[in-house]
Each structure stands twice: as structure tokens, then as C-alpha cells.
């Protein structure tokens, strides 16, 4: 998507009152192109983090996560490294769950409370768990 038509998905999003907004992945993108726009309108968006993916090339630094914190930004899990939580087994889903959210805890000094399952799947287990 062009940043012309993204501002213009912003611009339409402000004015339908209660619509969240919400980036999964962490993409360099999310901080450099995202978080301005979100600022230049006073918008707040939640920011879903593959924890393994900070620092990586293309992906979210760990002071470009700070930022997004201290901008008034959510940060959740999106898993340590993007897998389909569904079919996993058990210390695998931990990983995914419990571990990621530590980490990413520790990287923001701030309790995470969201997760976003990778790929929009889930059961029942992954619920519970």
C-alpha cells in the first residue's frame, strides 16, 4: 500500500470514532511511517511484536519499541517467532506465549497484556494456554 492511501485509511479511521487500530510483525515501517502519521493526527495505535524479529534488519529496533511506548503507543505479543500457534506443542506454545511476553517485559519495562495470534489462528487450547 502506497503512504498516500494509508494516510487516507487514517483520515477515514478518525472520524468513525471507535476503531482500533492495531500493526502485527513488527516492521521497521511501524516506527518510521506509522507512528508519524498515527502522531500528526493524535492517533494511538496498538503495535503487535514478533520478539525475535527486534533488532533484525527491516524490523523494529529495541529503542524504535521504546519510542512507540513513550509516544503512547500499546505494545503486545505477537509470538517469539511468528508461528501458527495452533498445532504446536507444548513448550513450543510456551515459548510463543509465556517466554515472548517475559522478554518483550523485559525489553519495554512495561506489563504486556495483549496477543495477537499469528495468522488469526487459534483453538481452544491456544485460548487456555
Given at each position: 500500500?502506497?503512504?498516500?492511501r494509508f494516510e487516507e485509511i ?98 519495554t519495562r512495561t ?19
Amino acid at each position: 500500500m502506497d503512504a498516500a492511501r494509508f494516510e487516507e485509511i487514517l483520515d477515514y479511521a478518525k472520524t468513525q470514532g471507535r476503531i482500533e487500530l492495531t500493526f502485527d510483525d513488527a516492521n521497521e515501517s511501524d516506527y518510521t511511517i506509522a507512528m508519524p502519521l498515527l502522531q500528526a493526527r493524535g492517533m494511538k495505535a496498538q503495535f503487535f511484536v514478533v520478539v525475535d524479529r527486534v533488532g533484525q534488519p527491516g524490523f523494529l529496533s529495541c529503542s524504535q519499541v521504546g519510542a512507540l511506548l513513550a509516544a503512547g503507543m500499546e505494545i503486545g505479543n505477537h509470538g517469539m517467532r511468528h508461528r501458527r500457534w495452533v498445532g504446536l506443542c507444548e513448550s513450543e506454545l510456551r515459548e510463543e506465549l509465556v517466554e515472548a511476553r517475559e522478554r518483550l517485559e523485559q525489553l519495554t519495562r512495561t506489563p504486556v497484556q495483549q496477543a495477537a495470534c499469528p495468522f488469526g489462528s487459534y483453538n481452544r487450547r491456544v485460548i487456555q494456554a
